[in-house]
């Protein structure tokens, strides 16, 4: 007897949005007839979700922290050099839509440098280095996505950057 056994392959990196990823819910509880409860717990994340962020975009919390602005937020990488870039250290800032989105709704203002420049290779007269420190400067909040960071100092010395 031949046995067969069928895989279902979803990938949620074409949606873009908080809210369409679930509908995911939806589509997988048909498999085991638990719509129902899968249209009350999409109705409650998506309501959660307006909620708060209707209440992030709304108060005064940048004010609470002294801010006069919304934060400005940043996510940044820093590559180590390796073989896989030419043994170059680089230093990047993320300008994926989702978090684009993320930010915004929670009341932030999502940062691009100026000069809309997203990633910097280190170069020998440390210029690179010191531009992706200036594109720093008025950052409120960074979310480092290094891979393996994780304490402040590691963040300090991959960025090239001092606690002062």
Same mark, same amino acid.
């Given at each position: ?12 990196? *074409? ?6 990823? /679930? ?7 048909? &498999?085991? *007839? ?19 962020? /209707?209440?992030?975009? /709304? ?5 609470? &922290? ?9 996510? @940044? ?11 170059? !250290?680089?230093?990047? &800032? ?8 993320? @930010?915004? !709704? !929670? ?51 991959? &960025? *090239?950057?001092?606690?002062?």
């Amino acid at each position: 007897m031949i046995s067969i056994l069928y895989f279902l392959f979803l990938t949620s990196y *074409n949606m873009l949005q908080y809210i369409q990823r /679930t509908e995911w819910l939806g589509f997988l509880s048909t &498999f085991f *007839n638990l719509e129902e409860k899968a249209t009350r717990i999409t109705d409650t994340i998506v309501s959660n979700y307006k909620c708060l962020s /209707t209440a992030a975009t /709304t108060s005064s919390l940048p004010a609470a &922290f002294g801010l006069t602005t919304p934060p400005l937020v940043a996510f @940044v990488v820093y590559s180590a050099p390796s073989e896989f870039n030419n043994n170059t !250290a680089s230093w990047s &800032f993320s300008n994926a839509t989702y978090k684009r989105q993320y @930010v915004t !709704a !929670a009341g932030g203002t999502f940062y691009i440098p100026a000069d809309g420049k997203l990633k910097y290779s280190a170069s020998p007269d440390l210029s690179a280095e010191t531009s992706f420190a200036s594109a720093l400067a008025p950052i409120d909040i960074i979310i480092d996505e290094t891979f393996g960071a994780g304490t402040a100092a590691t963040f300090y010395k991959n &960025f *090239n950057l001092s606690s002062s």
